[in-house]
């Protein structure tokens, strides 16, 4: 089966920049995604790396290294309304994707 | 505006009541999801369809059904209510199964 570890928290100053880690373990890697979750909300899709390297869209970037099964989200210019939990998650084989047990981000003033 | 609507948004219900949530996607995707989820918590996986008259189930399907006849439309069953079954659970659809997925707002269940 698949396994995803995240931290479970982070905290960063507005304007700032954060990066939230992802490792994983799975047999038959396709690719890995993550997911915005605000508190009350529904997940949104954010990002999704199949090769290895860095994929930016805006103020966020995403990056994959396949050899180490790691990932990164980058939030650069955080702002408040970035405050939210994001979720890596990754499929195996022909089953829905697998998700992580979410990182919590809290941005501060 | 949202493709994939869930309802209700909310619903109490007392324990032993048979309960259908229901999930519509006008996106015309293929694959549709259900997933559990806890409040701060992570996803787990109930159920999943790739198409009409295909559905699987998830690390998470215990005492649930779930139909697909038609490609917009998929519903979850919960035979019998219990306290335990208290949570959000959400639907999702997507074109890909491994990135994409587009989330419903969610039913929050609360089981008395």
């Known amino acids: 089966g698949q396994s995803l570890e995240q931290p479970s928290e982070v905290t960063a100053v507005e304007g700032a920049i954060v990066q939230i880690n992802c490792t994983y373990q799975t047999s038959g890697f396709y690719g890995l995604s993550w997911y915005q979750q605000h508190d009350g909300g529904a997940p949104t899709f954010l990002s999704y790396?199949?090769?290895?390297g860095l994929e930016e869209t805006g103020r966020f970037s995403s990056f994959l290294s396949r050899s180490d099964s790691y990932g990164y989200l980058l939030l650069q210019e955080l702002q408040m309304k970035d405050s939210a939990s994001y979720f890596c998650a990754v499929i195996e084989g022909n089953t829905p994707l697998v998700f992580g047990k979410g990182t919590r981000l809290s941005v501060i003033a | 505006e949202a493709d994939i609507y869930q309802t209700p948004r909310y619903l109490v219900i007392g324990t032993g009541k048979k309960i259908t949530l229901e999930c519509s996607q006008t996106m015309g995707h293929d694959k549709m999801y259900w997933y559990q989820q806890d409040p701060g918590m992570e996803l787990h996986l109930i159920h999943y369809?790739?198409?009409?008259?295909?559905?699987e189930k998830g690390d998470l399907s215990s005492e649930s059904t779930v139909s697909r006849i038609r490609t917009e439309h998929f519903p979850l069953t919960l035979e019998s209510a219990r306290p335990s079954h208290t949570s959000q659970y959400l639907c999702?659809?997507?074109?890909?199964?491994?990135?994409?997925?587009?989330f419903g707002s969610g039913t929050r269940l609360t089981v008395v």
């Open positions: 999702a659809s997507s074109v890909k199964i491994n990135y994409g997925y587009t």
């Open positions: 790396n199949a090769l290895d």
């Open positions: 369809s790739y198409g009409v008259n295909s559905t």
